[in-house]
């Protein structure tokens, strides 16, 4: 008989985790203003509201921590990791920051003005938000075939060339600093960007004098879909897909948090260097010197074997097999998810789920409550709270999609918490009905709301 499939790794240190009561949820809920960001950790069971910096190092990158050269400028650590960066991405230049909304931060710090449009494909929160509060403005030419959950295109993250056009039609270039191509696109449901796309789209950018730039946080995972689904693409290796997905672009910012498979770090690839030049300002006024950048060595040692690790076949099948697990699971109990399954999460469609609940009642929210509720796990909203206010008119945006995520940790959870998961979210299905009311907002920050909102029920 066939042998079954297992994981190309084995457990060496385990964490224990409390399983509290629906009464104790319930109360912390409630002092937590209905806010999933507000509960402590030890009120988690099942933890998925994000896969950034959450997953399990491997035995070679806690060695590498060892490692570390602390040095304050020019370290070893520094020079390991960038010629890791290059190896991979081709990018010469690097500026190592302490997370991915820092890289965006010093980068678009040195390329984005007031008035500017960015278009791209579902742009994230704190991606939105950088350009917001430098009073730009984030365009989303995503293909159509994302916002419909049940639509089997292999690539949702894919940009659409005619609404990009649109854009460099519409616009002078000089208010277009560059297109922004999120690999994989976490707003869409952690969907690929196929390779035929991103060297269209360089083309396309090319002949408007338009940089392009990677949002990469997801880059392996993004090149691990090409080689399953892309034709002629299957033989190639995942660290060749990797380079030619960013010899496409001119640079890259990076959370290292997601497949640097580190718990802390970020950095900035380029190949321009007058735009090295202007972001390395950036980087020492906000970040540190520019070969640590709001790194420790020893992270950036780690991070170096991390990137290595995650652009590596075995790993990503073993990680995104779990993801597609978890989601063939819930749509075998008749849950409402984006399909194809994504890379680094499950995404339930909440409108499709409480079709009773007001989108002014942000059933995302209210759906990733009633799974606390109903087992100790924790998810998060991609919907109207996320979507945040237009900064003009003030009013919610309403997204195409209203998403709550299950955002699996890499290396970190077992099939039996897969299972554990689908079996609570089919409990919250079948009482569906009875969830009429959703969540009003008691208090708001001026933007990305998502992370501090206060709630209270309707």
Same mark, same amino acid.
Not at 102 to 128: C, M, Q, R, W, Y
Not at 192 to 221: C, H, Q, T, W
């Given at each position: 008989?066939?042998?079954?499939?297992?994981?190309?790794?084995?457990?060496?240190?385990?964490?224990?985790?409390?399983?509290?009561?629906?009464?104790?949820?319930?109360?912390?809920?409630? !002092?937590?203003?209905?806010?999933?960001?507000?509960?402590?950790?030890?009120?988690?069971?099942?933890?998925?509201?994000?896969?950034?910096?959450?997953?399990?190092?491997?035995?070679?990158?806690?060695?590498?921590?060892?490692?570390?050269?602390?040095?304050?400028?020019?370290?070893?650590?520094?020079?390991?990791?960038?010629?890791?960066?290059?190896?991979?991405?081709?990018?010469?230049?690097?500026?190592?920051?302490?997370?991915?909304?820092?890289? !965006?931060?010093?980068?678009?710090?040195?390329?984005?003005?007031?008035?500017?449009?960015?278009?791209?494909?579902?742009?994230?929160?704190?991606?939105?938000?950088?350009?917001?509060?430098?009073?730009?403005?984030?365009?989303?030419?995503?293909?159509?075939?994302?916002?419909?959950?049940?639509?089997?295109?292999?690539?949702?993250?894919?940009?659409?060339?005619?609404?990009?056009?649109?854009?460099?039609?519409?616009?002078?270039?000089?208010?277009?600093?560059?297109?922004?191509?999120?690999?994989?696109?976490?707003?869409?449901?952690?969907?690929?960007?196929?390779?035929?796309?991103?060297?269209?789209?360089?083309?396309?950018?090319?002949?408007?004098?338009?940089?392009?730039?990677?949002?990469?946080?997801?880059?392996?995972?993004?090149?691990?879909?090409?080689?399953?689904?892309?034709?002629?693409?299957?033989?190639?290796?995942?660290?060749?897909?990797?380079?030619?997905?960013?010899?496409?672009?001119?640079?890259?910012?990076?959370?290292?948090?997601?497949?640097?498979?580190?718990?802390?770090?970020?950095?900035?690839?380029?190949?321009?260097?007058?735009?090295?030049?202007?972001?390395?300002?950036?980087?020492?006024?906000?970040?540190?010197?520019?070969?640590?950048?709001?790194?420790?060595?020893?992270?950036?040692?780690?991070?170096?074997?991390?990137?290595? !690790?995650?652009?590596?076949?075995?790993?990503?099948?073993?990680?995104?097999?779990?993801? !597609?697990?978890?989601?063939?699971?819930?749509?075998?109990?008749?849950?409402?998810?984006?399909?194809?399954?994504?890379?680094?999460?499950?995404?339930?469609?909440?409108?499709?789920?409480?079709?009773?609940?007001?989108?002014?009642?942000?059933?995302?929210?209210?759906?990733?409550?009633?799974?606390?509720?109903?087992?100790?796990?924790?998810?998060?909203?991609?919907?109207?709270?996320?979507?945040?206010?237009?900064?003009?008119?003030?009013?919610?945006?309403?997204?195409?999609?209203?998403?709550?995520?299950?955002?699996?940790?890499?290396?970190?959870?077992?099939?039996?918490?897969?299972?554990?998961?689908?079996?609570?979210?089919?409990?919250?299905?079948?009482?569906?009905?009875?969830?009429?009311?959703?969540?009003?907002?008691?208090?708001?920050?001026?933007?990305?709301?998502?992370?501090?909102?206060?709630?209270?029920?309707?």
């Amino acid at each position: 008989m066939d042998l079954p499939y297992a994981e190309p790794f084995r457990i060496k240190m385990i964490e224990e985790i409390y399983q509290s009561t629906r009464e104790e949820r319930e109360k912390w809920l409630k !002092e937590a203003n209905y806010n999933l960001f507000n509960l402590k950790s030890s009120q988690v069971f099942i933890d998925l509201l994000t896969d950034s910096g959450t997953g399990a190092m491997s035995d070679r990158q806690w060695g590498a921590l060892m490692t570390g050269d602390e040095s304050y400028a020019g370290s070893q650590s520094f020079e390991q990791l960038q010629q890791t960066v290059q190896n991979i991405t081709g990018y010469q230049y690097l500026l190592p920051t302490h997370q991915g909304r820092a890289a !965006e931060n010093v980068l678009f710090s040195a390329l984005i003005k007031d008035g500017d449009i960015v278009p791209g494909n579902s742009h994230f929160d704190t991606t939105k938000g950088h350009i917001e509060i430098r009073k730009a403005h984030a365009v989303d030419c995503t293909i159509d075939e994302a916002f419909d959950i049940n639509d089997l295109h292999p690539f949702k993250g894919n940009i659409c060339l005619k609404k990009l056009e649109n854009i460099y039609k519409i616009y002078p270039t000089e208010k277009i600093p560059f297109c922004l191509v999120t690999i994989t696109c976490n707003s869409s449901g952690g969907q690929p960007v196929s390779l035929e796309n991103m060297k269209a789209v360089k083309e396309l950018s090319d002949r408007y004098g338009i940089p392009v730039f990677f949002d990469s946080a997801r880059f392996a995972e993004n090149a691990y879909f090409i080689k399953k689904r892309e034709k002629g693409q299957e033989n190639r290796s995942i660290k060749d897909i990797c380079k030619e997905m960013f010899s496409y672009g001119d640079g890259m910012t990076m959370s290292s948090k997601k497949d640097g498979l580190v718990n802390i770090g970020g950095f900035i690839a380029l190949n321009n260097k007058e735009i090295f030049r202007a972001a390395s300002n950036f980087t020492i006024i906000y970040e540190g010197f520019i070969t640590y950048g709001g790194m420790a060595g020893r992270d950036m040692a780690a991070l170096a074997v991390g990137l290595n !690790e995650a652009t590596e076949f075995a790993y990503l099948e073993a990680r995104i097999s779990q993801v !597609e697990y978890l989601g063939n699971k819930l749509i075998e109990y008749g849950i409402p998810v984006q399909k194809p399954i994504g890379g680094h999460a499950v995404f339930i469609d909440s409108l499709h789920f409480l079709p009773h609940v007001s989108r002014e009642e942000f059933p995302a929210q209210t759906l990733g409550l009633e799974i606390y509720k109903e087992a100790g796990i924790r998810t998060v909203e991609i919907g109207t709270l996320l979507a945040d206010r237009d900064p003009q008119t003030r009013e919610n945006r309403y997204p195409k999609l209203e998403l709550v995520r299950l955002a699996i940790p890499r290396r970190t959870y077992t099939n039996n918490h897969m299972d554990y998961i689908a079996a609570a979210i089919k409990n919250v299905y079948e009482r569906r009905n009875e969830i009429t009311r959703g969540y009003q907002i008691t208090w708001e920050p001026e933007i990305l709301r998502h992370f501090t909102v206060q709630l209270e029920e309707a």
